[in-house]
């Protein structure tokens, strides 16, 4: 490890710029991620995830940290390698600032053509450094370590294109048995293949049949309606009966070593992501909504789902009311 820090000195990261100019700090932010100070080293991360991952963008010199953070993450005598995982694992699904601030940037058309390349270049690069790291994720998936392995399950779900590394996650998650952190871990993240057509969905409806555990099942429903265009009928009622999610449910989703969202997050995306899905989602709210569910459960499912374009944006801080679907 002394060898691989001292390294840092040899790359010229004052010529490197990162979100808030240029990286002269990121040396000594990387070193502070083995201090024996848990504050240091949760201060180390909250600067590393502002400068060289603003807001899910990544810099220029992104992509020359990540060898240094493989590095960390695969000693034993590093603390807290499981958020190094998670961070390489953000790293890798970071996107080009250019891309999502098109639309507000005031540049000609050239100028933005000539930063977007340039800033896609850095994902590219950002995405293969990270990925060079691929022995380590795929032994440490196998460790009986829940953050370790899930984070190091997280790492690899970012690189869900060719569908490479289904393999090894369906086999650790079949190899987890009753471990509940574990299962529910891999079958959230396998969603991410399910959005780009890489799952094997014969084997995400075989798991979910023989699944009881509750926050496992609602995982692969989610995966389930999104890797099929005519979802499943069981998995939209999984679904929609857990709109509102069972406190130990959302425990299990919260344990996760990446920052992971509220299980209500990921069951509207899926349902939103069919035409029955949503009928199914907007029915399902206003059944509640009859019944006299709580208002403050009802109020945060309407604020998720005015991202999702079901429920307009000035409608929110508003009585609750039934919902309809736009333009009907």
């Known amino acids: 490890m002394r060898v691989m820090l001292e390294g840092l000195n040899k790359v010229d990261w004052g010529s490197l710029q990162h979100a808030y100019g240029t990286a002269e700090d990121?040396?000594?932010?990387?070193?502070?991620?083995?201090?024996?100070?848990?504050?240091?080293?949760?201060?180390?991360?909250?600067?590393?995830?502002?400068?060289?991952?603003?807001?899910?963008?990544?810099?220029?010199?992104?992509?020359?940290?990540?060898p240094f953070l493989i590095e960390l993450a695969?000693?034993?005598?590093?603390?807290?390698?499981?958020e190094i995982l998670s961070y390489l694992g953000a790293l890798a699904g970071g996107t080009s600032y250019a891309d999502v601030h098109r639309g507000i940037m005031r540049l000609s058309q050239e100028e933005l053509s000539v930063l977007l390349e340039r800033e896609l270049r850095w994902v590219d690069q950002t995405r293969r450094a990270v990925k060079s790291g691929e022995a380590l994720y795929l032994a440490t998936l196998r460790t009986n370590d829940h953050p370790m392995c899930c984070a190091a399950a997280y790492v690899l779900s970012r690189f869900p294109e060719e569908g490479?590394?289904?393999?090894?996650?369906?086999?650790?998650?079949?190899?987890?048995?009753?471990?509940?952190?574990?299962?529910?871990?891999?079958?959230i993240l396998t969603k991410e293949f399910s959005a780009r057509r890489t799952a094997d969905t014969q084997w995400l409806a075989a798991m979910f049949e023989q699944e009881s555990l509750p926050s496992v099942r609602i995982a692969l429903a989610v995966s389930l309606a999104l890797s099929d265009q005519r979802p499943r009928d069981d998995a939209l009622q999984v679904l929609t009966a857990n709109l509102l999610t069972d406190s130990?449910?959302?425990?299990?989703?919260?344990?996760?070593?990446?920052?992971n969202e509220e299980v209500v997050w990921d069951i509207i995306r899926a349902l939103c992501a069919t035409d029955l899905g949503r009928r199914s989602l907007i029915s399902r709210f206003n059944q509640?909504?009859?019944?006299?569910?709580?208002?403050?459960?009802?109020e945060h499912?309407?604020?998720?789902?005015?991202?999702e374009g079901i429920?307009?944006?000035?409608e929110l801080g508003r009585p609750l009311r039934s919902l309809t679907l736009p333009n009907e």
């Open 301 to 307: 499912i309407r604020f998720v789902l005015s991202g």
């Open 74 to 82: 695969a000693s034993e005598s590093t603390p807290d390698r499981h």
């Open 26 to 66: 990121v040396p000594a932010l990387i070193r502070m991620l083995i201090s024996p100070s848990p504050a240091d080293r949760r201060d180390a991360f909250g600067s590393l995830y502002g400068n060289l991952w603003h807001q899910g963008t990544v810099y220029q010199a992104t992509s020359r940290a990540v």
């Open 288 to 298: 509640l909504l009859a019944e006299g569910a709580p208002n403050d459960r009802l």
């Open 311 to 314: 429920v307009n944006r000035s």
């Open 164 to 187: 490479e590394y289904w393999t090894p996650l369906r086999a650790r998650y079949e190899a987890a048995h009753n471990d509940e952190p574990v299962r529910c871990g891999i079958a």
């Open 248 to 259: 130990q449910v959302e425990q299990v989703y919260r344990i996760q070593p990446w920052n």
